[in-house]
């Protein structure tokens, strides 16, 4: 079990280029946060179960490496270690909420991982930068469509050995006026 841990973050390591020299960066996510003059990564690995078989996965935001970086989300499941990028949807500021709850008050929030359908089963929210998504877009792009996505809120779920997205919609709270 430890031998198959080490290998997923020795594969993981090794394909983003993690042998350079680490830069420290002063914010809040800097444990999670690596960059280099490549890559620029959060690595939120080892939180969350994804795949349900009792070993927390990879799940990593890519930078685009531009001046004002934008992440897609990449996953790394321990049952197959299959490499699932979601390279069409890209966020700004990838920090995690473990509160779904928050999500009604907080239109702001991009990123959250909980059980959004009661199944007891982690889900991935994503809130895609407010440029649906494409940092150098405007419309949403024909891959989405594809997929059956409509808004800039979805879903990612992990379920019959396969990734699925769906739109989720939030009613966001309105604040009363004083």
């Known amino acids: 079990m430890q031998f198959k841990s080490l290998l997923i ?3 993981v390591t ?3 280029g993690f042998g350079q020299e680490i ?3 002063e914010i809040s996510f800097a444990q999670f946060y690596l960059h280099t003059d490549s890559t620029q990564v959060y690595n939120y690995s080892n939180q969350w179960d994804f795949d349900e078989d009792g070993i927390k996965d990879s799940l990593l935001f890519i930078g685009d490496g531009g001046a ?3 992440f897609y989300p990449k996953i790394v499941l321990s049952s197959n270690l299959k490499v699932y ?3 069409d949807f890209w966020l700004d500021m990838p920090y995690p909420n473990s509160n779904k709850e928050a999500l009604v008050k907080s239109p702001g929030i991009q990123l959250v991982v909980d059980d959004f359908d009661g199944d ?3 889900e991935i929210y994503l809130n895609i930068d407010g440029n649906n998504g494409y940092p150098y877009g ?3 792009p024909a891959q989405w469509k594809k997929r059956g996505i409509s808004t800039a809120q979805i879903l990612l ?3 019959n050995k396969k990734f699925s997205l769906k739109d989720y919609t939030i009613q966001f709270e309105k604040s009363k006026p004083e």
């Open 23 to 25: 830069e420290e960066i």
């Open 14 to 16: 090794s394909f983003l």
């Open 9 to 11: 973050l020795f594969i």
């Open 157 to 159: 779920n992990y379920d």
């Open 68 to 70: 004002h970086l934008h």
């Open 120 to 122: 007891g089963d982690f």
């Open 138 to 140: 405007s419309s949403y």
């Open 85 to 87: 990028e979601f390279n």
